[in-house]
């Protein structure tokens, strides 16, 4: 049963900061398992300590100069063909145990995400496979196998296809987080079946579905995660539900939505050492010097009064950069714009995009900046410098830069969907607001809650401030939400120890009744 003295927590990701990351999961991945060990060190929830660890590939340009490596394990992962050798290593970051997987399909892949989805495939469901033997090679039982989007889904259904006949995982109990749905796993077929994970058939899932990653782990999972509370309902809608709304709406009492958080420590205007100055809720005047370093950098007027917009987003569809664009260019070439604005887009991605973006800037180059680059020294300067950081996502399960740029005091103005609705009061609805929503995933509507923003800014600046603030002041910390994930914890734990003790129970009247007869 329970460890007396310790939770065995097996966390695994794709990317984890500051290792590797790509977008948001790297940053949670990065923080949520120090904050789970934390937080669970303080709370009397749980029976024991959490001894969470976390495991992530090897990827070729992962970074781990920072701490002292080991190699660890060597052994085989089988496939239907052939076996695939592992070298797994180990770290300790800052108290966290890390794990890292490396093997041919992770070795020579070009990055943590590629183009060629089947190869992509097949190194994730390597990784997932090689994780379990990894744990199995430590004699390290994990009670709870955390798992994340598709990339590591199959390790969930692997554990539930092998946990009856196999007593090392019997206790393994399982929570997959979605943090972004419409990522199925589409490509992963051919590599469940190398790996000798069949389709799921006669189940709740939808045919087309029973061959794909991350369904396969929403329908063994123990208990199911999304990254917002706005989210976890609305992957339940024909909009948002990928195909899959059903299946969740029939799964929904397993289903929960728990908000990400950040990392305050990391992301923090006081102590940030790339600013030109740091400064907290209580000393915002000292913001400004932020803005002209920025403007002076981008190479653009330095002028307190310009409103100075930006995005700092991967560049794909589901971020509203084309939404983005569109406005910023009606704004731009309306005669009845109040007044004129700067921006700066940060972000790489669909080409058609970055096109886009690099255009506007050949079309406006003294009030548009296209940094088509990945850069998070840059990215910290735009959250401390600009005045609004434009987010309109088509969804958005929870989102990190709006809470990143609260934090900042810079405005977020945002589409109302997902943990954008979840994260940021409008002046429409609250006295307390902290940004800017609007509805239609539209240029238009997004321009109107441009200018909205644009009049505050200019003609209010005592209101504008008192909304920076109040941004800054939210409590975005994982604390809250890494104890809403000790609850799930503890629940997966409890329902473990009823099916324990029925099972004990039907073994107890079993014999009862082989002694009466
Ligand atoms: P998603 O996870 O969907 O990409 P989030 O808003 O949850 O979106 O998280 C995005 C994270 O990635 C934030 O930390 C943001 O600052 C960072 N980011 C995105 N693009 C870039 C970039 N080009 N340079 C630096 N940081 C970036």
């Excluded at 399909?105 to 590629?114: F, H, K, M, R, W």
């Excluded at 092998?162 to 990522?183: G, K, V, W």
């Excluded at 329908?219 to 992957?235: C, F, M, N, Q, R």
């Excluded at 803005?291 to 310009?306: R, V």
Aim: charge should be negative; proline fraction near 6%.
């Amino acid at each position: 049963m329970i460890n007396p003295s310790k939770i065995n927590v097996l966390y695994m990701a794709s990317e984890a900061d500051p290792f590797i990351k790509i977008g948001g999961l790297g940053d949670v991945a990065g923080s949520l398992p120090r904050a789970l060990r934390t937080v669970g060190a303080s709370v009397n929830l749980l029976p024991a300590d959490l001894d969470v660890r976390l495991v992530l590939p090897f990827h070729p340009g992962i970074h781990t100069d920072l701490y002292p490596l080991v190699q660890i394990a060597e052994f085989k992962v089988h496939t239907i063909r052939n076996d695939i050798s592992v070298k797994a290593y180990a770290l300790e970051a800052d108290g966290l145990p890390v794990y890292l997987i490396g093997g041919s399909p992770i070795e020579q892949a070009p990055g943590v995400y590629s183009s060629n989805l089947e190869a992509d495939g097949f190194k994730y469901v390597f990784f997932s496979q090689a994780t379990l033997n990894l744990v199995k090679e430590l004699n390290w039982k994990p009670d709870i196998l955390h798992a994340n989007d598709w990339h590591t889904a199959s390790a969930v259904y692997s554990l539930a296809l092998n946990r009856p006949m196999d007593p090392f995982f019997r206790q393994t109990t399982s929570l997959l987080t979605i943090h972004n749905l419409p990522y199925l796993g589409a490509m992963t077929s051919s590599a469940l079946e190398a790996f000798d994970l069949p389709p799921a058939e006669n189940t709740s899932l939808p045919v087309w579905a029973g061959h794909m990653a991350l369904p396969l782990g929403l329908l063994t999972a123990d208990i199911i995660v999304a990254v917002s509370k706005g989210y976890a309902k609305e992957i339940m809608t024909d909009e948002f539900g990928s195909g899959l709304q059903t299946f969740l709406k029939a799964r929904s009492n397993k289903v929960t939505g728990i908000l990400n958080g950040l990392d305050t420590g990391k992301w923090d205007p006081a102590m940030d050492d790339v600013l030109a100055a740091n400064f907290t809720a209580a000393n915002l005047q000292t913001r400004s010097a932020n803005k002209a370093f920025l403007q002076n950098e981008l190479g653009l007027e330095s002028n307190p009064i310009l409103p100075l917009l930006a995005m700092v987003t991967r560049m794909e569809p589901q971020k509203g950069v084309d939404l983005a664009v569109d406005s910023l260019r009606m704004i731009l070439q309306s005669a009845l714009s109040a007044q004129p604005l700067q921006a700066v887009f940060l972000g790489t991605g669909a080409p058609p995009l970055e096109q886009a973006v690099r255009l506007l800037e050949q079309d406006y180059p003294v009030r548009f900046r296209a940094c088509i680059t990945y850069n998070e020294k840059l990215s910290r300067q735009i959250y401390a410098g600009a005045d609004m950081l434009l987010m309109p996502s088509r969804y958005e399960p929870c989102g990190l830069s709006q809470m990143i740029a609260m934090h900042y005091g810079c405005i977020p103005i945002a589409r109302a969907t997902g943990g954008l609705s979840d994260t940021i009061q409008d002046p429409n609805d609250s006295e307390e607001s902290t940004g800017f929503l609007f509805k239609p995933a539209t240029s238009e509507a997004l321009a109107v809650a441009i200018q909205r923003a644009m009049t505050l800014f200019s003609s209010d600046p005592k209101s504008w401030q008192a909304m920076q603030i109040r941004g800054m002041q939210r409590d975005f910390s994982w604390d809250r939400s890494a104890l809403e994930y000790i609850k799930q914890y503890k629940l997966l734990l409890d329902k473990r120890t009823n099916r324990m003790m029925s099972i004990e129970n039907m073994y107890n009247g079993y014999q009862a009744k082989r002694r009466h007869l």
